[in-house]
Structure formats: C-alpha cells, structure tokens
C-alpha cells in the first residue's frame, strides 16, 4: 500500500480540489482510502458527501482544573505557570482552559493539592463511505490543542483498514503550515503532491514546505494551480524546481470551474471531465503513477 | 486596539486585508505583527527593513551530572516524556520539551538549569510609519505557539493604545486561539464558497463563543460561489463589514508581491471605512479617533 500526502505551505491554494479530483481518478483504477488530515478545518467532506458510518471521542490532551474548595489562593500555581493559564481571583483561582497547555506543573507544587488534572473530550473523529472509498476524518473543536495527535488517529485508522482491505493507495489530503499537524500528516507517507501557486506567497511557501517534506526524507512533485493568472511567478516555480531536481508535474490553469464544482459538491474531474482543469489533473495522476513505475504496488 | 485577522480556511486573503488595513491606517503608525510563523507571508506586502534579528524557543531541561542522583522525580512530573531516567543517564528529547519547566522546579537535588532551544526567529523594523514584526518557525520544528507567544510578548508591552494589527494563521487550533488572546476584535476574512462557509463557522466558534470577542466579517472574492456565506452572516447576527469583489485583476497583483490598496488605491477608501467600522462596533476607540 502506497501513501500519497497532499501538502501546499501556503492556504488556500487547492490541495483539496485536488486531493478530491485525484480520489476520483484513482478510485477508478484501484482501491483506494482517503484521510482528511486537516483537522482544524476539514472540507474534503464537503465535495465527497460521504455516509458517516461511525463516530468515535477524541481526548486532546491534560488540562489542570483547580478544586474551589481546596484552594487557598497563595498564587503559587499562577508563579509557577509559564502559559498565563492561572486566572486569579479573590477567593479561588481558576484555570483557563483554552491556554492551559496541560503540563501538570501546578499540579505538583500547589501546597495544598487543589490541583488535578482531566483529559476533556477535544473533538471527534468518523470512519465514513464515500462513493471513491472510505473516508477517515475529524473535527477538533474550537481552539483545541493536538491537532497532530489527532492527525496521527485518523491516518492511523485510514492505514489498517487499507492494510485489513487490501487497498493499494491512500491519499491524505494535509493542512496548511510546516508545523505539528503537516509533521504529522508527512510521515510515513511514500510521496508528497505539492500544490503550489504562482505567486510572491506561493513560491515563499513552496520553499519552506519543500524544506519540510526533504528534512522528513519524503520525495516530492510539485503541481502549479492557477498556472496562468502569473506566467513570470509561473516560470520561477518551474526555474526553482529544476534547480532543486522536483518534477513539475502539472499546470492547472486559473478557471472558475473549480469553486463552481466545489459548489455542486462534486470534484473538478466528474464535474467537467472535458475541461482543461480536469485533464490537466488526469495528467497529474499519470505522472504520479509513473513515479511509482506504473503501479502502487510496493 | 488590537485586530486580529483571521480565517480558518486558508487562502481567502487574511495577509491581503491585514495588509491593506495597516496602509489604510498608516497616518496612526500602527504595528503589524504577523503571527502566520509557518509561512509568514506579510512582509512580502509591506516590505519593511527588518533590522532586528533574534532567535527564540522554548527552555529546555540541561542536568548537572554531579548533583543528579538519578531519582527520577523529573521524568514523573514530564507530561510528554521529554526528560527520561534510564540506569545513570538522563534523556532529554528537546523536541517533544514544551519548556513548562515542571522538571526543574520538581528537582529535589536542584540539579536541572535551563538552556534555549531555538524553534525560530523574531524580526522586526519599519515599513515606513508603520512597525513591522514577524516570527519564523524553523524547518522541522514542530511547535508554532512558542514563537508566536514570544512574537507578541516582544512588541505588544510596548503597544499600548496603538493600532495593532495581527496577521493570523489559518485553521482553528492552538496557534490562532495564541493569536487572538488579548484582541479586541477579530476580523475574519472567508470567501464566498462552501469551503469559506464551512471554515467561517468553525473560526466563529472560537473567537466569538470560546474567547468571547467581538467579530466581523470581511467577504473575500464576493461574486464566486453561492449564497451560503451571507445566509449565515443573516442568522447568526455577523456584521459584514466590507466586501471585496472577485477581480482578477486583484489576484494578479497580489501575485506579484503588490498590496492591494498600492495596487489599486481605489480600494484605499474602503479600507479605511472598514477600520472606522470595527472602532464603531468595538467601542474600544475614541471619539476622536472615529472623527478623525
């Protein structure tokens, strides 16, 4: 079984469009399991309209809870906090738990030992049924903690079911950044799609993201949305990635179609099958393949 | 007055309307901090001199071998297994050290000091009136609220009654929740598509309903996309302050590294109601500032 990360640095510039338009080409061709890894911000849902067939408790993580009872307000734990999470007040003092970052230092030096700590529900994660193949995703909750924890749950369930199921390929569809969550999403995985756009940001982006995948050791390709809005910034990302010897393996062009089969929940490939984006992408899942020798078999 | 802008969904112009905003608002030498330390994009915009460099991280435990005893109270107290005591040596994992310093204080020998370990950088400058800061998470580091905490600790002591402006990451998690702490308003930024929505909701749960600010919305590439967006703003009672039509002559200039009210400055007046719009809602400013 192969793994497929789909990853951009910057926001925003298409990597679900694209992840849902390579779920609908490969699924053509062999089975395949898709992984939302963008937790804070899941959409590949909103394109597949998945069956949600289960729904599982995700615990984040520790967050001190202060006993009213207990507590003689000495201020130690408001001393000893490095995360500003102590709210003082005049009888008892409590803690925010939005800022509490868990460590338990509180925990052990309150004198009075007023101070545990509990692991509150932080979102939620699905096993769902698409019409591509199943799908793994979450929901972490407003201003929750651990995305990558969560991050590592859903594509470690992704991968034993395609390993249980025999499915040959699964595709993670990442978030944004270089942090936590793109760590998370980046490893294991056999090869990263890129998708970068040509702009001052774009080409800033794809650096730092390069960067990232090469210091993980996951080889990379690249693909160039709206390759046409900017052909200068266009020709830089392809001058940058033949200096650093990554595949430029697509140029999809600048066309409304996109948001308007994101609209119709459908992706660019069945929407309009025929237009320039869809066979550009049909291209991408070519190249992709033949970086894998023609097969995902490992 | 400090303005968060913010998105949850990637893309959709937070550094484009942070950007235009602080220009728009140049005359009160506003501070820009772009918080955005996974890809910091801002000062692609602004272009400012950054003349201050300094590098940032977290505390990480160093032991002294001659007072350790090897009793192993540190590795308890470490929530993330990031000090370890295996036979007569002491494991320390910097990248998994969230630098609580729970390990130090719990030392009944007083064997543990603490040495930085660099996770980024912070620098700063001017763009002209306006002051410019941004952190930079290195490569490979995992932790991105370090940097952005150490962003903001730097320049906002100083910031007092100024204008700030903070250029948030996108998503909804521990980064843009460190962000928007100690805002006075958040300014989210969506787009007019499912996506947009989808994102719009979840960045509303955090700062109107976790952190309890108050929120406006900017709608990005009005135009595209479907009705979703204003139908939400409608039943949840979101101001929506200012709309920005799909142009394509706005993204070429925003690719080519050109701010949007440089680019095209009849914009420029909009931005500048928009700030009026958020000091009106607020309340935070002055009368004199909103006459002005």
Known sequence: MKQLVILSGKGGTGKTSVAAALSHLASQELPIVLVDADVDAANLELVLGPVRLEEHAFMGGQVAIIDPDLCRPCARCLDVCRFDAILPGEQTYRVDPLACEGCASCVHQCPEAAIRTQEPQAGLWFRSETRFGPLFHAELWAGQENSGKLVTMVKQQGRLLAQDARRELLIVDGPPGIGCPVISACAGADLALLVAEPTVSGIHDLERILATVNHFRVPALVVVNKADLNCVQTARIEAYCQENRIQLVGRLPYDTVVTEAMVQGQPVTAYQPEGAVAKALREVWARVQRDWGGSTRP | ?292
């Open chain 2, 1 to 292: 007055m400090i303005i968060a802008v913010a998105s949850g969904k990637g893309g959709t112009g937070k550094t484009t309307v942070a950007t235009s905003l602080a220009l728009s608002v140049a005359d009160k030498a506003p501070l820009f901090l772009d918080c955005d330390v996974e890809e910091p994009n801002a000062a692609l915009f602004l272009k400012p001199a950054l003349t201050q460099r300094e590098r940032v991280g977290v505390l990480i435990p160093e032991v002294d071998w001659n007072e350790c005893t090897f009793c192993g109270r540190c590795a308890q107290v470490c929530m993330w297994h990031a000090i370890a005591v295996v036979g007569r040596q002491v494991l320390i994992f910097p990248e998994l050290c969230h630098g609580c310093g729970s390990c130090t204080l719990a030392c009944p020998e007083g064997a543990i000091r603490e040495v930085l370990h660099v996770m980024g950088s912070l620098e700063s400058g001017r763009a002209g009136p306006i002051l410019f800061g941004q952190g930079t998470l290195d490569v490979g580091q995992a932790m991105a609220v370090p940097v952005i905490r150490q962003l903001k600790k730097k320049h906002l002591v100083e910031a007092d009654g100024a204008v700030v402006i903070l250029d948030s990451p996108p998503g909804t998690s521990c980064p843009v929740v460190e962000t928007m702490r100690g805002a006075d308003f958040v300014l989210l930024v969506t787009e007019p598509t499912p996506f947009g929505l989808h994102d719009l909701r979840l960045t509303v749960r955090v700062a109107r309903d976790e952190l309890g600010l108050p929120v406006g919305v900017v709608v990005n590439r009005d135009g595209v996309g479907d009705a979703g967006v204003d139908g939400y703003c409608a039943a949840a009672g979101l101001p929506i302050l200012m709309r920005i039509p799909h142009d394509r002559r706005i993204a070429e200039a925003i690719s080519e590294g050109k701010a949007l009210v440089e680019a095209l400055p009849e914009y420029r007046p909009g931005f500048i109601e928009l700030y009026q719009r958020i000091v009106h809602r607020d309340g935070g400013g002055t009368a004199q500032e909103v006459a002005r």
